[in-house]
């Protein structure tokens, strides 16, 4: 693992290129010590289509051939070996005498850009003239772990500071009450990456992301604790407070940055379990989400927490599809029908609702909703109706922020296999989302163990053909 | 070979003038050579001072030269820190723990012009010194007890590399015989389990396993770049990461010098040395094998089921194994292995598949004179090669950057501010000459720590007051006060935060070393884990109230309470904690569970020792978290809360101050 040193920096040092995130120095410490405000919200350096990102992570590697990418060859071919003109690949599992499998699912044209989705995702079809479906995604590895660094932050290796962190460090927070980059893992467990693929990495501990808890609470300590009121801590708090001040100079910033840090946590206490609170959306609005709904219940309520989050000015969410056994993620190595049926039956419909609330509030243009998992799946077949991971060619989608909509980008070969035209690895994903957010991958750096780091590892390029 | 590799090597002075390598891209410029890392250490003269003053607060060299450089900026010293400042600031400093009412009122009423030398020795000589500088040195060499990656899968003997380290601070053992043991400590000896646990240090980094086809050339090349890199960062200060994948972009490092240092761990491969007798593994064999047998059978009947039923069957296959008996003790430690030696080539971009020039161990090259050859690859004890060289008394960099760690530690600064780098994109030295001065003193005196420190610790410059009343002219000449004009107020770590609030409370438990323990925390963390049955809460609730360092160091489960106050992340070298502020911090302290239940006790504790009178019940307060007596105001404030609110919030209040969390 490459050496992360982390930054001797004193806190004065720390500020004043550092600070802008959640629950950081508030601005009448910083002001009253004569310093530039670092909480405000930074301009970002070019122009900005999108000012926040949504990532519906479709956890284990969601299948290209089954709902993106209609490939009629692979039903030709069913059973046989890989015709040879198509090259090798290497898989986790799969290894002797692999068949390709054909794909049971029907694909239709949606939309006036007539793009076509498998029957796996009638819901998120009917928003395609608002999505872009980039068909030639490829990454570097093939195993879980390593792709999920890979996506999140541009390295295969924990330790580097993913998308979000990325964002909240060249950007800042526009809200005072709640966490500006958030993490909702699927309740039914973790994925193999990790923790540390969310991470802030090297960058300071302040742009970490707030893992957010699966039920009504999400955030934890905003809750006091058993048999305490509100009243009675705010008592306290100002007894805090008033013996501070009683041993404490004036102008001392760093202590008055730890008062003004009690004053936010009281306000996060109090506000931010409003923007948690899903009760004051209206019937309809719960039902577009499928909230209530069987299968679609647990995702509906995350993806409209998040979008709750987004319009009070939260930067970067990633909602978490899949968890937990790799039966319980996308990771459909034993039967990609009863996989797929069921992963796409939870989140078909709560992501589309997603896009097509954003639309209705006028949020769209300015949020970039990005659907994806880390890698896709194998024309092959694993165990007869399963399909391996697969890095070389899957799809992806973006919807929102500037984005065109009605777009396809690139394309497989004929079964799948590999990304043949206008090829676009997770680099130049992430180059497009930070050109969206007008950042660039050049000037959003770090200097780390004298290197300027930044999330993309090589050169990415902008896929120009839908921004 | 010879013994070691400076008989018949030369460092700098020789090798600038040095014939040209005919070898290209080996040839190391005279301006590359000259980086004051890299040089010879120099004999630096200390400084004199003409005026008595000067020379009365001149205690000993080291502040002869800070007080030199203070005045060449026209900058003085703070006024000396009262002593109940001193006393917690040094309980702290070494041992990590608050000072006690008992210990501040002795050393307070001690007018003994040995006081402050007794106090060091105490503290130096107590177990809780070992327990605070062994934290240091795990940051450092990212020690944990879990592989990290998915699995995360439980080391389950690399606690006694944890209490090896603690054991050497306590026993002042030469930093020397400190590294050789961690680098080569089985080169040293195969059967003293000492040695054998202090290598297990080769094996600290994260591990990545996966399932499916194992990559094994792969993983063994992150295997021997963990082993390479921690290497330059923890031991040499230098960025020899940076040369994995090219040559350095900034420092005399050619990619070949870094897999030359690789080659020394060519051999090297983990090893767990069983440390139970044939009968007791033959016993373990017998107890394990009738659930080893239906592991194996789930397994096979798995493959037939439908997916409804695997679900189910997985959560079986998953009880069986932890149903397996504990595992036996063993010794987490590595060994050479010749038959397994991994042939080391210079790897473009890193990338293992991408072999180039077939290299064997050799030193960084900027330190050789020109060349010098390599080793043979199969050379024997080739780590213990390796160490030698690092060790050697003439090598510029290994005592520069030790001394330069303690100083980090107890100023919150380092003479270099970059601990970790002392290449060109590291920061120059504040004070070249002391920083040479204190390596050759550390040097001359066989590597030991606890002299360095006394000598820091005794120096007027360390027990300077935070404030001064030249603070304005402080603040606007060197607004860092990388000058050292007054003492550098830090705030706690997070493992001090733990262990103050529960020795405050009353509860703090101080039994030393052993297997790790868990304690209880939110469900939801739990379930956050791949497998959330590693997570086994200790059964005692005493061992829940160990010292902080006795905690497992779980790479996916870190405690939220230290997360939130910066706790590294054991992926990496750590050589210095941020110290961040914001507001997930209020939270933790104001809601948390640990604080409000150490509030509770620390009221009760109030009431217990200083009775019913509100205003004793204030004085004990401070003086078991501030280690002082209240101001009038805090009095006053603390006074007119307590007259209509419970006692238990005061206490509360008490774990957020300033007077707890900073150490002036």
């Known amino acids: 693992m490459p050496e992360h040193i982390r930054f001797t920096r004193n806190r004065r040092e720390f500020i004043t290129d550092a600070f802008c995130g959640f629950g950081t120095l508030a601005l009448a410490s910083m002001l009253r010590a004569g310093t530039v405000n670092p909480l405000a919200a930074k301009t970002p350096p070019k122009p900005a289509k999108a000012k926040a990102v949504i990532f519906v992570f479709m956890a284990g590697g969601p299948s290209h051939l089954e709902t993106f990418d209609p490939k009629p060859l692979l039903n030709k071919l069913d059973g046989q070996k890989r015709p040879a003109e198509f090259g090798e690949a290497k898989y986790q599992f799969i290894t002797s005498d692999p068949r390709l499998m054909g794909v049971k699912r029907t694909f239709k044209k949606y939309g006036q850009s007539g793009i076509e989705v498998s029957d796996l995702l009638p819901h998120m079809a009917e928003c395609i003239d608002d999505m872009s479906v980039i068909r030639s995604c490829h990454g570097d590895m093939v195993v ?7 996506l999140f932050t541009g390295r295969i290796l924990p330790g580097f500071p993913s998308m979000g962190s990325w964002m909240l460090y060249g950007l800042g927070s526009v809200s005072d009450s709640l966490p500006s980059y958030v993490v909702m893992p699927d309740p039914h467990g973790a994925l193999e990456a990790g923790q540390p693929m969310y991470g802030n990495g090297f960058l300071p501990a302040i742009y970490q992301p707030t893992m957010f808890r699966p039920g009504a609470k999400p955030v934890m300590n905003l809750d006091l604790p058993k048999g305490v009121s509100l009243e009675q801590r705010r008592q306290t708090l100002n007894l805090i407070k008033g013996l501070d001040q009683a041993n404490m100079d004036a102008d001392d910033d760093e202590f008055g940055a730890r008062l003004s840090a009690y004053d936010l946590a009281f306000k996060m206490q109090t506000e931010a379990p409003a923007a948690f609170d899903l009760s004051k959306e209206t019937p309809e609005t719960l039902d577009l989400y499928g909230v209530g709904k069987e299968h679609t219940d647990d995702y509906g309520r995350r993806c409209l927490l998040a979008r709750r989050l987004v319009e009070r000015g939260v930067r970067f969410v990633t909602v978490v599809a899949g968890g937990g056994p790799g039966n319980l993620q996308w990771d459909a190595h034993d039967d990609i029908e009863e996989n797929h049926i069921r992963m796409a039956s939870q989140t078909d419909r709560p992501v589309a609702a997603l896009i097509k609330d954003l639309k209705r509030r006028g949020l769209l243009d300015s949020t970039l909703v990005v659907w994806g998992g880390e890698f896709g799946r194998s024309p092959e077949a694993q165990g007869g109706k399963g399909r391996d991971h697969h890095n070389l060619g899957f799809s992806m989608c973006m919807a929102g922020g500037g984005i065109k909509g009605g777009q396809v980008v690139g394309a497989t ?14 680099r130049d994903i992430h180059t497009t989302i930070l050109n969206q957010m007008g950042l660039d991958q050049n000037d959003l750096s770090f200097l780390h163990q004298g290197r300027k780091e930044r999330l993309t590892e090589i050169q990415g390029q902008v896929i120009q053909q839908i921004v | 070979m010879p013994r070691n590799l400076f008989s018949c090597l030369f460092f700098i002075a020789a090798a600038l003038v040095a014939a040209e390598s005919s070898i290209p891209n080996e040839h190391y410029t005279p301006a590359e050579r000259k980086h004051w890392s890299f040089h010879p250490r120099t004999q630096p003269e200390i400084p004199q001072f003409a005026t008595a003053s000067d020379r009365a607060w001149t205690k000993n060299p080291i502040d002869a030269f800070i007080l030199a450089v203070l005045q060449k900026s026209d900058l003085a010293p703070a006024p000396k820190a009262d002593s109940a400042t001193l006393i917690r600031r040094l309980t702290f400093d070494l041992t990590g723990l608050p000072p006690t009412p008992a210990e501040i009122s002795a050393f307070l009423s001690d007018k003994s012009s040995g006081a402050n030398a007794k106090l060091i020795d105490r503290l130096l000589a107590s177990p809780q010194y070992g327990e605070k500088w062994g934290q240091h040195w795990l940051d450092l060499v990212r020690f944990s007890e ?3 990656f998915e699995y995360d899968t439980h080391r389950h003997d690399a606690w006694r590399y944890r209490d090896y380290v603690i054991r050497s601070f306590n026993r002042d053992k ?26 297990g240090f080769n094996r600290l980094g994260p591990l990545r396993k996966n399932a499916g086809n194992q990559e094994v050339a792969s993983s063994r090349n992150e295997q021997l770049t963990e082993m390479t890199n921690i290497v330059g960062s923890a031991l040499l200060g230098v960025t020899l990461g940076c040369a994995r994948c090219h040559d350095h972009k900034f420092d005399p490092i050619r990619q070949k010098d870094y897999y030359r240092i690789q080659a020394y761990f060519a051999e090297a491969q983990p090893e767990d040395v069983p440390l139970a007798g044939p009968d007791e593994q033959a016993a373990w064999k017998a107890k394990a094998a009738p659930v080893e047998k239906q592991i194996a059978d789930l397994k096979k009947a798995m493959k037939h089921l439908d997916d409804a039923q695997k679900t189910a069957a997985e959560k079986q296959l998953e009880d069986l194994q932890d149903s397996l008996p504990e595992p036996l003790p063993t010794l987490f430690s590595v060994n050479d292995d010749p038959a397994k030696r991994s042939a080391i080539h210079v790897l473009a971009r890193g990338d293992y598949q991408n072999k180039g020039d077939a290299v064997a161990p050799r030193p960084l090259g900027v330190l050789l004179s020109e060349g010098i050859p390599e080793l043979p690859p199969d050379v024997p004890n080739p780590r213990k090669q390796l160490v030698d060289w690092i060790v050697d008394p003439q090598n510029p960099l290994t005592a520069r950057v030790i001394v330069n760690r303690i100083w980090t530690h107890h100023f919150g600064r380092g003479i270099v501010a970059t601990p970790n780098d002392f290449g060109r994109m590291g920061t120059k030295p504040t004070h070249p000459e002391l920083l040479d001065y204190l390596a050759n003193e550390f040097v001359a005196n066989g590597f030991h720590f ?9 120096s007027n410059t360390y027990q300077q007051a935070y404030k001064t009343p030249l603070w304005s002219a402080g603040q606007s000449k060197d607004p860092n006060n990388k000058l050292l004009w007054h003492f550098q107020r830090r705030r706690l770590d997070a493992e001090e935060i733990r262990d103050a609030e529960l020795a405050i409370a009353g509860r703090l438990n101080l039994k030393g070393g052993g297997p790790s323990v868990m304690v209880p925390v939110d469900d939801e963390l739990i379930h956050l884990l791949y497998k959330p049955s590693q997570w086994q809460v200790n059964k005692n609730p005493e061992d829940h109230d160990r010292r902080s360092i006795y905690l497992i160091a779980k790479r996916n489960l870190r405690l939220p309470m230290m997360e939130v106050f910066d706790s590294p992340d054991m992926q990496t070298s750590c050589p210095r904690r941020e110290s961040s502020t914001h507001a997930p911090q209020a939270l933790e302290l104001m809601n948390g569970s640990l604080s409000n239940e150490m509030a509770r006790k620390l009221a009760e504790r109030l009431t217990k020792e200083a009775g019913r009178s ?7 307060a401070y ?11 805090e009095k006053l404030v603390a006074l007119g809360f307590l007259e209509k609110q419970p006692l238990a919030e005061f206490a509360l209040a008490m774990l957020n101050l300033n007077a707890f969390l900073y150490v002036e």
């Open chain 2, 174 to 199: 030469s930093y020397a015989e400190f590294l050789k043991e961690q680098l080569a400590g089985d080169e040293i000896s195969k059967i003293d389990e000492e040695m054998r646990i202090a290598s």
């Open chain 2, 614 to 620: 509100p205003s004793k019940q204030v004085d004990l």
């Open chain 2, 450 to 458: 606890k002299a360095l420190h006394k000598q820091i610790l005794m």
């Open chain 1, 144 to 150: 879980h772990s390593a792709a999920q660094y890979q």
């Open chain 2, 146 to 148: 879990t592989d990290g």
């Open chain 1, 413 to 426: 070969d004929a079964i799948g296999l590999r990304a043949v035209e206008n090829p676009y690895h997770f």
């Open chain 2, 623 to 633: 003086r078991l978290v501030a280690g002082r007596s209240p101001n009038e105001q």
